[in-house]
C-alpha cells in the first residue's frame, strides 16, 4: 500500500514550485482574459516564499510543513487566491497534525479539510468558474475511486484526470465569483486560471506517485 512520507511531501511541494514556475505565464495569459494578468505571477512569487523556507522545514512534521507553506503563502501570494489556496494549505495541516507519514484516509481527510476551508473562506461553490471546479470532481474521483479499492495511486491519478475535465468545463460557463464574474457572460469561452492552477497541483502529485 501507497504511503507518503514527509520526504515524499517535501519533494512534491519542490515539484509544485517548479510547475508554477513553468506554468507562469500560462496562468498569467489565462488571467488576462478575465481578470488582472496576475495569477501566475501571484502564485510563482509564493511557491518561490515557499522554496526559500524549505530548509526550515525539514525538521518538522508533515502537519506543520503544510500549515508553514500556508501561511507563506497567504502572505506573499495576495489576490484573491493567495488567501484561498492559504487556507487550503493551512487545513490540510491542521487535520495531519503530528503525522511523518500519510495513508489513504488521511490524504482524503486533508484535501477535504482544505476544500471546505476554500468555500468557506471564499463562500464560492462549483460550477461558479473557480479553482473549486477542479478540486471538488477530483475529490469526488479520489473517493470513488479508493471506495472500489482500486489504491492510492490510481486514485490520485484518477483524481487528477477529473480535474483536467472540470477545467475544461470552466470554459462553458459564466463566472460568479471572483474578478472574472465582473465579466458575467462574456467570461464564457474561457478557462478558469485558478481552477488551472488546482489541477497543475494535482497533477504534479499524480505524476509523483506514478514514480
Ligand atoms: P485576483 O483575481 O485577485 O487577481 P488571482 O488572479 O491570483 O487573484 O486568482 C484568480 C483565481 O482565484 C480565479 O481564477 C479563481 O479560480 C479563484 N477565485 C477567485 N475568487 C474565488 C472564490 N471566491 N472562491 C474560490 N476561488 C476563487
Ligand atoms: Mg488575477
Ligand atoms: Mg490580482
Not at 3 to 14: E, G, H, P, R
Not at 128 to 134: G, S
Amino acid at each position: 500500500k501507497l504511503i507518503l512520507t514527509t520526504n515524499d511531501v517535501l519533494n512534491i511541494i519542490s515539484n509544485i514550485s517548479e510547475v508554477i514556475e513553468t506554468n507562469r505565464q500560462y496562468l498569467t495569459d489565462l488571467d488576462a482574459a478575465i481578470g488582472d494578468a496576475d495569477h501566475g505571477i501571484n502564485l510563482d512569487r509564493g511557491f518561490k516564499a515557499v522554496k526559500e523556507k524549505m530548509p526550515q522545514f525539514l525538521d518538522k512534521d508533515i502537519g506543520a510543513i503544510l500549515k508553514n507553506v500556508g501561511m507563506v503563502l497567504v502572505s506573499t501570494v495576495g489576490g484573491a487566491s493567495g488567501p484561498l489556496y492559504g487556507t487550503f494549505f493551512m487545513r490540510m495541516g491542521n487535520v495531519v497534525s503530528g503525522k511523518n507519514t500519510l495513508d489513504e484516509n488521511d490524504i482524503v481527510a486533508m484535501f477535504e479539510a482544505g476544500l471546505s476551508g476554500i468555500k468557506e473562506r471564499g463562500k464560492a461553490q462549483a460550477g461558479d468558474k473557480t479553482m473549486i471546479d477542479a478540486m471538488e470532481p477530483a475529490l469526488n474521483e479520489l473517493k470513488s475511486t479508493l471506495s472500489e479499492g482500486r489504491g492510492l495511486k490510481e486514485a490520485i491519478e484518477a483524481a487528477a484526470n477529473d480535474a483536467y475535465n472540470g477545467v475544461l468545463m470552466t470554459k462553458d460557463i459564466a463566472a460568479k465569483k471572483g474578478r472574472a464574474s465582473y465579466l458575467g457572460e462574456r467570461s464564457i469561452g474561457h478557462q478558469d486560471p485558478g481552477a488551472t492552477s488546482a489541477y497543475l497541483m494535482i497533477k504534479t502529485v499524480a505524476d509523483y506517485v506514478d514514480k
